[in-house]
């Protein structure tokens, strides 16, 4: 499967985005699809996952209650839609892939990042 996100750009603190990423294939809806994030001179981190009929989520403690994934996949398309943000939300943020659940955080398939930058 091949990824594409999209939808970053600059916000202000207590803004919302919406994180975007399609995805190629015809297996999509087989996936765990999961965001991943990594801020400049960290490490990447896990935001968030859902599984393949989007019935079972997951949440880093940093975004629970602001973030929320969820998936469409008639569309190919998983989002992030991320409210209230604050300036260490300022990251690249990635979608990825994976054919099992209990892999999520060791996905397979990685597409490209988007850059979201939350202004103070």
């Known amino acids: 499967v091949q990824l594409q996100a999209s939808g970053g750009g600059l916000v202000q603190a207590g803004g919302s985005l919406r994180l975007s990423c399609a995805a190629s294939g015809s297996t999509f809806g087989s996936y765990a699809m999961v965001w991943f994030r990594q801020a400049a001179g960290k490490e990447r981190e896990f935001v968030a996952a859902?599984?393949?009929?989007?019935?079972?989520?997951e949440y880093a403690d940093s975004v629970k209650g602001r973030f929320a994934i969820s998936r469409d996949n008639a569309k190919n398309t998983v989002y992030l839609q991320m409210h209230s943000l604050k300036p260490e939300d300022t990251a690249v943020y990635y979608c990825a892939a994976s054919r099992l659940w209990s892999q999520k955080r060791v996905p397979g398939y990685w597409g490209q990042g988007t850059l979201v930058t939350v202004s103070s």
């Open positions: 859902a599984s393949w009929s989007g019935g079972s989520t």
